[in-house]
């Protein structure tokens, strides 16, 4: 990933996991939380993708309002 940093020709980084970013009734939810969102939040990715739900919902934060500790 830190080759992406100067690469012009990527627009968005996105990426997808089976389960929702926060939802703390799933036993890898601390494990995202604690492990997954850090290297996203430096990488600065664009967007985040879930199909555990089977609904469609959208949320969009600036980093700095995104909880850093959220466990």
């Known amino acids: 990933m ?12 996105a990426t997808a996991l089976h389960h929702p970013m926060w939802a703390k009734w799933y036993p890898d939810f601390a494990n995202i939380v604690s492990n997954y969102l850090p290297l996203l939040q430096e990488h600065k990715f664009d967007l985040y993708l879930n199909g555990h739900e089977h609904v469609i919902s959208y949320a969009h934060y600036a980093y700095n309002l995104v909880p850093r500790d959220s466990v």
């Open 2 to 13: 830190n080759e992406w940093k100067n690469d012009e020709k990527i627009i968005w980084k």
